[in-house]
């Protein structure tokens, strides 16, 4: 979508043209729902979050002034939603709706009935699952702009503008995001999640990690 | 916006290849979000139009963007001028009015009240010849300098 349609797009949503408004953030919506994977628990809840923000921006429409690119002024406004929210008492108790067990799973009708493949698809999810989960621990300033750079891949320039942050800021955010998953997905924490699949102690060696493990189990699984 | 193996350096492989899983994990339940969200963005109707307060901060924000360049020099002259005027003052020697003198000025009347440290030989001992004389005293009184001067006789003596 060339910068001509963009702006003609934006000028009907302006005026209350939902469909307009639809095409316009079609490209940006698997974004804006995995960025809101990473501040709520559960598919169902981050949907209803990607849902608030994005009829948020609709709502703010008339306030654009092309002053930066579209993605980036939706994105701001995405974010400041989500971080809203992760602020809010309503986060929390969103987020404590549905309380992640261990192994458990979303239901999810197309699951293959097949036992091997059904049990390759459920480490698959798991993993993503445990690392969704492991995200969701960081502090939600750091974990946005990890989000948005090692999951999304933003650049700097392009986060600093959704932040409104300078550049230096972001690096901070992003190394102190890292290594606050890092210690989450290496630490003795991530022993809990995988029961006696790895002794606690073994976890603190180099490429022993909770999410090396799980991927390791993925990796050895017959085809 | 691609995703770049080498940027996540600092992570372990195994996050990493995780975290690029997730980049591509595409959300469950699509139509059903986008027939959500239609129904959402109908029942909220048109979107408002800015309120004053809104244009202002806009007009706000469009001036500073525009006007970013000129900031610039203008940033720049005035760090300029500041520069010269401390300059200035530090090849003057800090006292810009008297060489060495006090910064009282000649012409204020509130001299003596200012500088009370001075007796009244000093205090004209530092006025320069052709500075106007003090007429009246703190209270306001008349001192008579402003009688016009009697001349000067020769004096005898000194011849």
Known sequence: ?223 | MKWDTQRSLQLPQEVRDVLDELSHEAPPDEREFSARLHRNLAAAGAPPAPGWLERLQGWASDLWQDASQKRTLATGAVIGALATATAFLLLSGGHPFHDGGPTVSPDDDTAEVDAPGLDRSEHKALRAVGDRRITRDRLGDDLGADRPERARLPNPRSR
């Open chain 1, 1 to 223: 979508m060339n910068s001509e349609q963009v702006e003609d797009l934006v000028r009907r949503a302006q005026q209350g043209d939902v469909r307009a408004f639809e095409r316009l953030i079609a490209e940006h919506l698997p974004i804006v729902r995995r960025f809101a994977r990473a501040f709520a628990r559960g598919h169902e809840a981050a949907a209803d979050l990607a849902q608030d923000a994005l009829l948020k921006v609709y709502r703010s429409i008339g306030g654009y002034r092309f002053q930066s690119s579209f993605s980036t002024w939706l994105y701001a406004i995405v974010r400041n939603v989500y971080l809203d929210d992760a602020r809010s008492r309503a986060g929390r108790d969103r987020a404590a709706e549905r309380p992640l067990e261990p192994g458990g799973l979303d239901a999810d009708p197309t699951v293959d009935t097949d036992a091997p493949r059904a049990d390759r698809r459920l480490e698959r999810e798991e993993l993503r699952r445990y690392v969704w989960e492991a995200l969701g621990t960081i502090p939600a300033e750091f974990r946005a702009t990890l989000v948005l750079y090692d999951i999304e891949g933003l650049t700097y320039e392009e986060i600093a503008a959704i932040e409104n942050a300078p550049l230096g800021t972001v690096k901070s955010r992003l190394s102190r995001g890292r290594e606050h998953l890092r210690r989450v997905l290496c630490g003795p924490e991530a022993a809990r999640h995988l029961g006696d699949a790895v002794p606690a102690e073994d976890l603190s060696e180099p490429g022993n990690s909770a999410a090396a493990e799980l991927v390791r189990r993925k990796r050895t699984e017959p085809a």
